[in-house]
């Protein structure tokens, strides 16, 4: 749990939810996890996963216990929101709804989901799409819940990757109110926006404020890029060890502006490198503002 006496953001990690729900919050505890994101169902698989009721009360008395109270459901990775094949963006409609009413069953806040694809399509017909299915989705959204915009990393295809995109489905989604943002750091570089120097993110959280309103900005995730800035490559890299380097990631932590967001990690998990260490070095950062 946060010390009061430091100001900066909440830090946390993406945790596995394997065997049963509830030990999410195990794992994000054990690695000195402040806040949480979480798949509930496997990332690859269209059908949702039962919510076993003593699993879910051990999630919510877990959560309570560990001040877990900003939570995120991240949507898996096959549903495409923007998708112009109608079977696959009904498919993708149906695991959003799903995901959404999840949220008041788990206790949780947030839905994120990425902008999807519209292949050979343009961008009119992609901020239609994702709108609309933003639109089905709040006809079963509860009150306290937010579903969060992804900027996503567009190597071929160039959708999702600018905060323009962002703009043109907000504007275009009838209870705008019940939708937020979560700004991938990762992503944002690879996609050409220099978040490197403290100058530079926060004229990149200027903008996105300024297009889409200050108070969109819900969440970040937080991860270094192994690929060069405007690469496209969405390859994630542990904290100070990929392109966006280490001055970003102490700005988001000692600028007091950036304290009321919780601050999840997407590092990679499969080497020495994990999220004890990571979240360690980003506590040095905040102990020093």
């Not at 049963?20 to 798949?39: M, N, W």
């Amino acid at each position: 749990m946060i010390e009061e006496k430091e100001i900066g953001p909440r830090i946390g990690a993406h945790k596995s939810i394997a065997k049963s729900i509830d030990l999410a919050i195990d794992r994000g505890v054990h690695s000195t996890c402040e806040c949480l994101q979480i798949f509930t169902r496997p990332p690859r698989r269209w059908n949702t996963v039962e919510l076993k009721p003593n699993a879910v009360q051990e999630f919510i008395k877990k959560s309570n216990a560990a001040n877990y109270y900003d939570t995120a459901i991240h949507m898996p990775y096959l549903p495409n929101l923007a998708s112009p094949d109608d079977t696959l963006f009904e498919k993708s409609v149906k695991v959003l709804i799903e995901e959404i009413e999840k949220m008041p069953i788990l206790h949780v806040p947030y839905v994120i989901t990425h902008l999807g694809s519209p292949k050979d399509l343009d961008e009119v017909f992609a901020a239609k799409r994702v709108a609309e299915a933003l639109n089905r989705g709040l006809n079963h959204i509860k009150k306290s819940s937010m579903i969060l915009l992804e900027n996503s990393t567009a190597k071929r295809k160039k959708w999702g990757n600018e905060i323009e995109h962002i703009e043109a489905i907000l504007s275009l989604v009838e209870e705008e109110h019940f939708i937020g943002v979560c700004f991938d750091t990762a992503h944002a570089f690879s996609s050409g926006y220099d978040i490197s120097t403290s100058e530079g993110l926060n004229e990149v959280i200027d903008n996105l404020e300024g297009l889409v309103g200050k108070n969109k900005l819900q969440m970040f995730h937080i991860n270094d890029s192994k690929g060069p800035l405007g690469s496209g490559i969405d390859h994630h890299e542990h904290i100070g060890k990929g392109y966006i380097g280490i001055e970003c990631f102490r700005e988001l932590m000692q600028n007091p502006r950036f304290k009321k967001f919780p601050m999840i990690l997407e590092t990679p998990k499969s080497d020495q490198i994990g999220d004890i260490n990571n979240l360690e070095l980003l506590r040095k950062f905040r102990s020093r503002s």
